[in-house]
């Protein structure tokens, strides 16, 4: 039996992971005095599994003295958009549901998730954001969907 090697074992973590984000850009939404504004900024990331798709997520940033410290628990208010960015090609065999962007909004307990269903009826990938917390998580939730079609001459 083969025992694998940390470089294999490392490299399985990060294709499992959710995908990483590239910040677009935030807004101001409350001028703070002491501390980092109230803002809205906006992120996007490349669901990892599916080449062809592109996902933007805007999410509320909370400021101030505790913002600023990283200690601030953000609201759960975000919004997601997914949209097909090049040819899609899907794996032969992809998760009914799967879990392709997280990110805390506290210090500990709370992060926003974006996870990928396949809609095999419909040709079509659909992305939900949620807020999850360890004891209650939030209502609040954004949906976008991606219908698998030809892109260009393919």
Do not use: M
């Given at each position: 039996m083969k025992i694998p090697t940390l470089l294999t074992l490392l490299t399985g973590l990060a294709l499992s992971a959710p995908a990483l984000s590239d910040e677009i850009g935030c807004?101001?939404?409350?001028?703070?005095?002491?501390?980092?504004?109230?803002?809205?900024?906006?992120?996007?990331?490349?669901?990892?599994?599916?080449?062809?798709?592109?996902c933007h997520v805007s999410q509320a940033r909370t400021g101030g003295v505790s913002g600023s410290l990283g200690l601030a628990?953000?609201?759960?208010q975000f919004s997601l958009a997914c949209r097909q960015t090049g040819p899609i090609t899907a794996p032969a065999r992809l998760p009914e549901s799967e879990v392709v962007f997280s990110e805390d909004t506290s210090l500990v307990f709370k992060e926003t998730r974006v996870v990928r269903m396949?809609?095999?009826?419909?040709?079509?990938?659909?992305?939900?954001?949620?807020?999850?917390?360890l004891i209650d998580g939030a209502p609040a939730n954004s949906i976008s969907t991606v219908p698998v079609m030809p892109w260009g001459g393919h």
């Open positions: 807004v101001t939404t409350t001028w703070k005095l002491i501390g980092a504004n109230h803002k809205v900024c906006v992120e996007a990331f490349k669901d990892a599994k599916v080449p062809g798709v592109t628990q953000d609201p759960s396949w809609d095999k009826a419909n040709n079509t990938l659909v992305y939900v954001a949620i807020s999850r917390k």
